[in-house]
């Protein structure tokens, strides 16, 4: 009797798991699309404008200006985002990315390549908060009807994998596409995140605008000054890998690095990113754990930085780039769960837009514009003759030491 009545609570746990696993799945997929564009864009877009002939100063101001508009127009896209719909607004930024890139290839000009790159990028930099908030929204409406929760890390990780996958067939498809004709690749590419969002719109539960909820930014008026904290610490942690995206291949390069062992390490830091996506996000469950978690990525930050400022062997490079699952991932993960948590009812991807634009605005400051366009200048992959073997991460370091910013950056940089 106990055995007949027991069936039909464990057919409704397995149903429940396999909502679960469905939507976690697609939420995963979406993310995966998403950022599909970002392992061709991140090694190769800074390269293309060289190869189309723009200066140094030229190639600086396309690249940042993007970041200058995502500290101005994040909060208001985030603000739409809540009032008509999160998966609609962010259907509507991964089409004009794509949009974009598709101009991009007929554009003459600096002016109008310039036009073109602000709004593919500007619309491509939006995409990771949005995605975010709607995966914490279906998180929360999960909890709210009693299914089990779904792991923030296992979706996230798609992103990773992703960019991670595209970085490494990059040499090939540089192939297939060479010289300019690279922004076509990149148009192809960004079919697939306008396909996913608008699918994900059209076929996912909207949330509604709930205009008798009470209470601003975060669902405690006194939970303010901390969701301030948290972004202010998670740009600046993030804002302190700048210096390694930038100039950690040429610094590897000059002590004598093969091509193989940077790409390898490159591969590390996004391989231990995922592991902690996958494995690290069935430990937090409320605030206080992810306000833990974002303490000891700082932690493993500090720890990072210092040992490479000691310019050590390959090896501990190794090491070093395993710690990129603290200092990225966990910093990462901790900030954008704690200010779920945080955030009200209706402003779930304010928070996350306001945590974006804080990132963009560091980093600018960071930054401060410059770009070693020096370096992507003397790449022999994007000219008329095509590279002349480019296998994927190694290929960065044959074309004059440009490397790749790893996945791991794409919300502060966006990786």
Same mark, same amino acid.
């Given at each position: 009797m106990h055995s007949y009545s027991s069936r039909p609570v464990s057919r409704s746990r397995t149903a429940a798991r396999r909502i679960e696993g469905a939507r976690a799945w697609r939420l995963s997929g979406l993310s995966a699309a998403l950022f599909l564009p970002f392992g061709l864009y991140l090694p190769y877009f800074p390269v293309w404008l060289a190869a189309r002939g723009f200066s140094a100063s030229e190639i600086a101001a396309?690249?940042?200006?993007?970041?200058?508009?995502?500290?101005?127009?994040?909060?208001?896209?985030?603000?739409?985002?809540?009032?008509? &719909?999160?998966?609609?607004?962010?259907? *509507?930024c991964a089409c004009f990315m794509a949009i974009g890139f598709f101009s991009l290839g007929f554009a003459h000009g600096f002016a109008l390549v310039f036009l073109g790159s602000v709004l593919a990028i500007s619309a491509q930099g939006s995409m990771p908060a949005l995605a975010d908030a709607l995966s914490l929204a279906e998180i929360r409406r999960f909890e709210k009807i009693g299914l089990r929760r779904i792991q923030f890390?296992?979706?996230?990780?798609?992103?990773?994998?992703?960019?991670?996958?595209?970085m490494l067939l990059s040499g090939l498809i540089v192939g297939a596409f060479p010289g300019e004709r690279i922004i076509y690749a990149l148009t192809l590419l960004s079919i697939f995140p306008a396909i996913a969002a608008v699918a994900t719109a059209l076929t996912m539960r909207r949330l509604r605008f709930d205009h008798s909820a009470r209470g601003g930014l975060t669902e405690d008026r006194h939970a303010l000054p901390l969701a301030i904290l948290v972004i202010m610490a998670a740009a600046l942690v993030q804002a302190s890998h700048a210096e390694i995206y930038a100039f950690g291949t040429l610094q590897w390069k000059s002590n004598g690095f093969t091509s193989g062992a940077?790409?390898?390490?490159?591969?590390?830091?996004?391989?231990?990113?995922?592991?902690?996506?996958? *494995?690290?996000?069935?430990?937090?469950?409320?605030?206080?754990?992810?306000?833990?978690?974002?303490?000891?990525?700082?932690?493993?930050?500090?720890?990072?930085?210092? @040992?490479?400022s000691l310019n050590p062997g390959a090896t501990i490079v190794f090491l070093l780039q395993v710690m990129h699952s603290l200092s990225f991932a966990a910093t990462y993960m901790g900030a954008?769960?704690?200010? &779920?948590?945080? @955030?009200?009812?209706?402003?779930?991807?304010?928070?996350?837009?306001?945590?974006? @634009? @804080?990132?963009?605005?560091?980093?600018?400051?960071?930054?401060?514009?410059?770009? +070693?366009?020096?370096?992507?200048?003397?790449?022999p992959c994007l000219s008329r003759d095509g #590279?002349?073997?480019?296998?994927?991460?190694?290929?960065?370091?044959? #074309?004059?030491? *440009?490397?790749?910013?790893? +996945?791991?950056?794409?919300?502060?940089?966006?990786?």
């Open positions: 396309t690249l940042a200006t993007p970041l200058i508009l995502r500290v101005l127009l994040m909060p208001i896209i985030a603000y739409i985002a809540d009032r008509r &719909g999160i998966a609609a607004t962010l259907a *509507f890390g296992r979706i996230r990780v798609g992103a990773s994998l992703s960019v991670l996958s595209m940077i790409g390898l390490a490159w591969a590390i830091g996004v391989m231990s990113e995922s592991v902690l996506f996958i *494995f690290g996000g069935r430990y937090i469950r409320g605030i206080r754990q992810a306000l833990s978690l974002l303490t000891l990525g700082a932690a493993g930050a500090v720890v990072r930085w210092v @040992a490479m954008v769960l704690a200010l &779920g948590a945080l @955030a009200g009812r209706n402003h779930r991807a304010r928070m996350q837009g306001w945590a974006s @634009a @804080a990132m963009a605005l560091v980093h600018g400051a960071r930054d401060n514009g410059q770009w +070693p366009a020096d370096v992507s200048l003397r790449c #590279c002349s073997g480019g296998r994927g991460v190694g290929t960065y370091v044959d #074309c004059g030491g *440009f490397a790749p910013a790893p +996945p791991g950056d794409g919300i502060a940089a966006s990786i």
